[in-house]
């Protein structure tokens, strides 16, 4: 008597061999801005009639920092509204924080540079993301001189217009890379809470904050960090130690 066929089932390890895909926050993670966020959204807030030193405007402003790594346009959604001025104040804080950039107010995190040439050169696929829109993403890689560093550089609307803490730009370097087989083979970094649940909401095997930005260890441990770092430039030795 026969059997019918069945799909054989593919043999996947419990855990994945090696991480060759390594997603990587820019602001306070790769690229060093000195608050140039905060600055931005005053200028854009004040412009909107959210006067400075006024109890709204600190309560934006604690909004703001505790959002960090959030896409801009959703921060403000919540705080204005409208789509109308929510719209107006993206428009704004762009225009501020490009204007803060071409004043030469950013600078590369000590070392990332580096590291992201050290993680490519090991055979890994490297993406930039940010929760900024492309605009501002291209005004900072060009004031950097990081265009076409990494192997891909994403921004919410690349990602269907979600940023974290939803997953979509992680789970859309994964899908347009085509680096590795397995969401357990990616590599997740950044600065903020934020970051750690995009990353441990793609399924992401390494979640790595860094205390270089905006977050200290206990909000990045809490929000799912499987690992803290001073620094982006310790994350080859990592992934060297976990291989």
């Known amino acids: 008597m026969s059997t019918p066929n069945t799909p054989s089932t593919p043999n996947t390890p419990s855990t994945p061999a090696s991480r060759d895909l390594v997603v990587l926050d820019m602001a306070g993670t790769t690229v060093a801005d000195g608050g140039l966020v905060e600055r931005a959204f ?19 402003l604690r909004y ?10 959703s921060v403000f959604r919540h705080l204005f509204g409208t789509e109308e ?40 696929t490297v993406v930039l993301t940010t929760g900024f829109a492309r605009v501002t993403q291209d005004a900072v890689l060009d ?22 803490p939803y997953p979509d730009m992680v789970l859309a370097a994964f899908l347009r890379t085509g680096a590795v087989d397995d969401v357990r083979r990616i590599v997740v970094a950044g600065d903020t ?45 990592i992934l060297l130690e976990s291989a």
């Not at 550089?153 to 940023?163: S, Y």
């Open 42 to 60: 005053e200028r854009a807030a004040e412009r909107l009639g959210v006067e400075p030193g006024t109890a709204d405007h600190q309560a934006k």
């Open 64 to 73: 703001v920092r505790e959002t960090m790594g959030e896409s801009k346009i």
């Open 85 to 124: 001025l929510a719209r107006r104040a993206n428009s704004a804080f762009e225009e501020a924080y490009g204007e803060l950039v071409d004043g030469g107010l950013i600078a590369p995190v000590p070392g990332a540079r580096e590291t992201i040439e050290k993680l490519r050169a090991d055979g890994r």
């Open 143 to 164: 004031a950097l001189g990081w265009q076409g560093l990494a192997d891909l550089t994403l921004c919410p609307a690349d990602a269907g217009g979600r940023g974290r």
């Open 193 to 237: 809470a934020y970051d750690m649940l995009s990353g441990r909401r793609s399924g992401a095997g390494l979640v790595a904050g860094v205390l270089t930005g905006a977050h200290d260890r206990a909000a990045l441990t809490g929000h799912g960090a499987t690992h803290v770092l001073g620094s982006v430039t310790e994350l080859p030795r």
